[in-house]
């Protein structure tokens, strides 16, 4: 018989990602209509990396892991 198929890859969920922006980014950050602080991340899910200090020395200290990244890419992707 032929092999299986891959697993696909793997998603993250809308759900977990707002949890994680309310938890860790809404205090400086707003995603469209959600919080109403700081830079609007609604659609910039791709600039998210592991190690956020890389991108900002305001954000030393704050990681991600990979699992984490999906989600709030799901949650970015969706709002405006």
């Given at each position: 018989?032929?092999?299986?198929?891959?697993p696909p890859p793997p998603a993250?969920?809308?759900?977990?990602?707002?949890?994680?922006?309310?938890?860790?980014?809404?205090?400086?950050?707003?995603?469209?209509?959600?919080?109403?602080?700081?830079?609007?991340?609604?659609?910039?899910?791709?600039?998210?990396?592991?190690?956020?200090?890389?991108?900002?020395?305001?954000?030393?200290?704050?990681?991600?892991?990979?699992?984490?990244?999906?989600?709030?890419?799901?949650?970015?992707?969706?709002?405006?």
């Amino acid at each position: 018989p032929p092999p299986p198929p891959p697993p696909p890859p793997p998603a993250g969920t809308y759900a977990a990602g707002l949890t994680k922006f309310m938890a860790a980014c809404a205090g400086c950050h707003s995603a469209g209509t959600v919080d109403a602080g700081g830079s609007n991340m609604a659609g910039k899910g791709g600039s998210l990396v592991a190690d956020l200090g890389g991108l900002s020395g305001a954000m030393n200290g704050i990681t991600l892991t990979p699992q984490e990244i999906l989600d709030l890419r799901a949650f970015l992707s969706t709002v405006q």
